[in-house]
């Protein structure tokens, strides 16, 4: 297996790095040819290229564009294609259907942050999608687990992520800001954070979303639930309106019981 890469993104990168003992790596394409050198002289293999480069792509290729840019991928790789070229993209919003069907497409997308290349990828879980035993391969070599995404619901399943992921950092954001404002020692937040998130998805894996409900706004606490929408909206007046829909989004979860 040759593994090329179009555009050094995060999760390309962590990828590539990854696998960089496994699999043959060919062309690294990005448009700071200076960075495709550097990445390529970090991994030990490769062949640094820009887009000025005269070159073709066979066997595998990485599309690491972000979002914005991957629906260009077709305009931008064209005439880079070889005859036999299998294109995975990483994009957990977009179906692998936005390039050729006879680039053979799929797409597999990381359930977890990468925050640097050297993110290990080991059990981490891909929604994958398109050329499935081609993604399914990859994700094997990566030490990951995988399961199959509808081909139409990629926009359900990376609205999910953000919900489960992006949002909860959000609360997390505010609920930091009142321990600041209450004085209470930071130490403590984290230590807290930590055993309530942890407790909650385990609550939630053993028992479902529903049944799994706690707090004030579950037990009909009315007055500490007042009382706390004040403290809230004091605090955080531009987002006084979020404490209400939590309240009714649980209030409606709690009436499914």
Request: net charge neutral.
């Amino acid at each position: 297996m040759i593994v090329n890469v179009a555009g050094l993104g995060r999760v390309s990168s962590s990828i590539i790095y990854n696998l960089k003992d496994k699999v043959e790596i060919g062309y690294i394409l990005s448009r700071n040819k200076e960075k495709a050198k550097n990445f390529v002289k970090e991994i030990g293999k490769g062949i640094p290229v820009d887009y000025t480069d005269d070159f073709k792509f066979e066997d595998i290729l990485f599309v690491g564009y972000s979002d914005s840019v991957l629906l260009k991928a077709p305009e931008l790789l064209e005439k880079f294609i070889g005859k036999n070229v299998s294109a995975i993209h990483f994009s957990g919003y977009f179906s692998s259907k936005i390039f050729p069907s006879d680039w053979n497409p799929s797409s597999i997308h990381p359930n977890c942050p990468i925050p640097r290349k050297e993110t290990k990828l080991k059990n981490v879980i891909f929604g994958i999608e398109g050329n499935i035993e081609l993604a399914k391969n990859v994700v094997t070599l990566l030490e990951g687990r995988y399961f199959i995404i509808p081909e139409n619901s990629k926009s359900f399943y990376h609205l999910a992520a953000v919900l489960m992921s992006n949002f909860p950092h959000a609360l997390v954001f505010l609920a930091e800001r009142l321990y600041e404002i209450g004085k209470i020692e930071k130490k403590n937040f984290y230590e807290v954070m930590e055993s309530l998130l942890i407790n909650t998805v385990k609550n939630i894996k053993k028992n479902g979303t529903v049944e799994s409900i706690t707090g004030p706004i579950a037990r009909k606490d009315i007055e500490i639930v007042r009382s706390e929408r004040e403290i809230f909206c004091r605090n955080f007046p531009e987002f006084c309106q979020l404490y209400e829909i939590f309240v009714q989004i649980i209030s409606s979860m709690n009436e499914e019981k």
